[in-house]
């Protein structure tokens, strides 16, 4: 079993700063992309921004400037740093990871069951 535990969301005024954290644990072998994606009320799951293996990094445009991604792969674990928040900004935020588990050959995707990040103007 993998599983992805998230954290750090919360209320915050428009212009502050937040930072989740999203732990993988259980039987992992390996992994390959982590990162994050939020879905708004009524709206559809959009990626926020992702990093590879290799430290590659993909950004929404909506986030670019504002947002970093980071990982601790000692630690199996993401980041996102949210700076400059905007009311937009609002939504549950979701950790993502492409793990192979132990006991697997494949790589599977797993998603972490969500944080709310809430935004005032």
């Known amino acids: 079993q993998v599983q992805l535990a998230e954290s750090g969301g919360g209320l915050v005024q428009a212009g502050g700063s937040l930072r989740l954290s999203c732990v993988a644990s259980?039987?992992?072998?390996?992994?390959?992309?982590m990162g994050w994606y939020r879905q708004a009320p009524g709206k559809q799951r959009e990626l926020v921004a992702t990093?590879?293996?290799?430290?590659?990094?993909i950004y929404a445009d909506s986030v670019k400037g504002r947002f970093t991604v980071s990982r601790d792969y000692a630690k199996n674990t993401v980041y996102l740093q949210m700076n400059s928040l905007k009311p937009e900004d609002t939504a549950v935020y979701y950790c993502?990871?492409?793990?192979?588990?132990?006991?697997?050959?494949?790589?599977?995707?797993?998603w972490g069951q969500g944080t709310q990040v809430t935004v005032s103007s």
């Open positions: 993502n990871a492409g793990v192979r588990p132990g006991y697997d050959i494949r790589f599977n995707d797993y």
């Open positions: 259980g039987s992992i072998f390996a992994i390959n992309t």
């Open positions: 990093i590879s293996n290799i430290g590659i990094t």
